[in-house]
C-alpha cells in the first residue's frame, strides 16, 4: 500500500512543481535570466543583470531605447589607451516627457546606463519623490560618467566603470517646487529627504549592477555611484 502511495505522491508532486514553475515562468518572465529582456517588462530579479548585458549589442540596446518613445544620439567615441574610452556612447536628448533633466546637460553615457536611468527615473524616483517630499523630480543633478581614471582614483587596480561610460555620480536631485535634496548634505537622519535617498538607492539596486552610498565609505560621502558592470547572467549586484 505504501509503495502504491509512494508511486502516487511521488510523480504528482513533480507534476505539481512543474506546473507552478511554469506559471511563475509566464507570469514574471522578468525574474528568468534566459528570458528576453524590453524596457517596458517590469523589474525583476535579473533586470539588473539584463540591462549590463546590452553593452554587448549597442544597436539593440538603442532600439530597446527609441521603442519607449526616448530620443537620443550617438557621441562622439574617446580612446584614451586599452583600458580607458568608449566607441558607443549616447546622450538623451532633452525634452522627453519620460525622463528627468540631467544637470549639467549634454551627459554622455553607455547605453546600459541610459536605460538603467530611464527606469530608476520612472519606476523609483518619481514614486519616492512624490511619496517622501510631496513633489515631482524635474533634474537629476550628476558629476558625470566618463572618466579614464581606476577604482575611487588609485594609481594601480582595477579600472573604474567610468573609465568606459558605465557609471554615473549622482549629486542630489532638483525638484517641482524648487527644492534640492543634496546627496552630502541630506542623507543622514530620518527626514523626508534622507527617506527618498535611501529609497533611491535601494530602487537603484534592482537596476544597475553596482550602487555604492555614503553608506559604503567617506569617497562617497557626496554622491551615488552607479554602474552598469556586466557580471553576466548570475544576477549579483552590489548594493551598499
Same mark, same amino acid.
Given at each position: 500500500?505504501?509503495?502504491?502511495?509512494?508511486?502516487?505522491?511521488?510523480?504528482?508532486?513533480?507534476?505539481?512543481?512543474?506546473?507552478? /514553475?511554469?506559471?511563475?515562468?509566464?507570469?514574471?518572465? %522578468?525574474?528568468?535570466?534566459?528570458?528576453?529582456?524590453?524596457?517596458?517588462?517590469?523589474?525583476?530579479?535579473?533586470?539588473?543583470?539584463?540591462?549590463?548585458?546590452?553593452?554587448?549589442?549597442?544597436? %539593440? &540596446?538603442?532600439? !530597446?531605447?527609441?521603442?519607449?518613445?526616448?530620443?537620443?544620439?550617438?557621441?562622439?567615441?574617446?580612446?584614451?589607451?586599452?583600458? &580607458?574610452?568608449?566607441?558607443?556612447?549616447?546622450?538623451? !536628448?532633452?525634452?522627453?516627457?519620460?525622463?528627468?533633466?540631467?544637470?549639467?546637460?549634454?551627459?554622455?553615457?553607455? &547605453?546600459? *546606463?541610459?536605460?538603467?536611468?530611464?527606469?530608476?527615473?520612472?519606476?523609483?524616483?518619481?514614486?519616492?519623490?512624490?511619496?517622501?517630499?510631496?513633489?515631482? *523630480?524635474?533634474?537629476?543633478?550628476?558629476?558625470?560618467?566618463?572618466? &579614464?581614471?581606476?577604482?575611487?582614483?588609485?594609481?594601480?587596480?582595477?579600472?573604474?566603470?567610468?573609465?568606459?561610460?558605465?557609471? !554615473?555620480?549622482? #549629486?542630489?536631485?532638483?525638484?517641482?517646487?524648487?527644492?534640492?535634496?543634496?546627496? !552630502?548634505?541630506?542623507?543622514? /537622519?530620518?527626514?523626508?529627504?534622507?527617506?527618498?535617498?535611501?529609497?533611491?538607492?535601494?530602487?537603484?539596486?534592482?537596476?544597475?549592477?553596482?550602487? #555604492?552610498?555614503?553608506?559604503?565609505?567617506?569617497?562617497?560621502?557626496?554622491?551615488?555611484?552607479?554602474?552598469?558592470?556586466?557580471?553576466?547572467?548570475? /544576477?549579483?549586484?552590489?548594493?551598499?
Amino acid at each position: 500500500m505504501l509503495r502504491a502511495l509512494r508511486w502516487f505522491v511521488v510523480p504528482t508532486l513533480l507534476a505539481i512543481a512543474i506546473i507552478e /514553475g511554469k506559471d511563475a515562468f509566464d507570469r514574471r518572465p %522578468q525574474d528568468f535570466p534566459w528570458t528576453t529582456f524590453e524596457l517596458d517588462q517590469p523589474t525583476g530579479r535579473f533586470t539588473a543583470a539584463k540591462i549590463a548585458a546590452l553593452g554587448e549589442d549597442p544597436r %539593440q &540596446c538603442r532600439a !530597446l531605447l527609441a521603442a519607449t518613445g526616448v530620443r537620443d544620439r550617438a557621441a562622439p567615441g574617446r580612446n584614451a589607451g586599452p583600458s &580607458c574610452g568608449f566607441d558607443d556612447g549616447i546622450f538623451i !536628448l532633452p525634452g522627453g516627457a519620460r525622463d528627468s533633466r540631467l544637470i549639467p546637460a549634454g551627459l554622455v553615457t553607455s &547605453c546600459p *546606463v541610459a536605460s538603467a536611468l530611464l527606469l530608476w527615473d520612472e519606476r523609483v524616483i518619481q514614486p519616492a519623490a512624490a511619496e517622501e517630499l510631496g513633489a515631482r *523630480v524635474t533634474a537629476i543633478l550628476h558629476a558625470g560618467s566618463y572618466n &579614464c581614471r581606476r577604482i575611487n582614483g588609485a594609481e594601480a587596480g582595477n579600472w573604474s566603470q567610468h573609465a568606459t561610460a558605465d557609471a !554615473l555620480d549622482v #549629486l542630489g536631485f532638483r525638484l517641482a517646487d524648487r527644492r534640492t535634496i543634496s546627496v !552630502l548634505r541630506d542623507w543622514r /537622519g530620518d527626514t523626508p529627504a534622507a527617506r527618498f535617498l535611501r529609497r533611491v538607492r535601494d530602487g537603484g539596486c534592482r537596476l544597475f549592477t553596482t550602487v #555604492l552610498s555614503p553608506d559604503y565609505n567617506a569617497v562617497h560621502r557626496d554622491h551615488l555611484h552607479l554602474d552598469t558592470a556586466d557580471r553576466g547572467r548570475v /544576477g549579483w549586484s552590489a548594493c551598499r
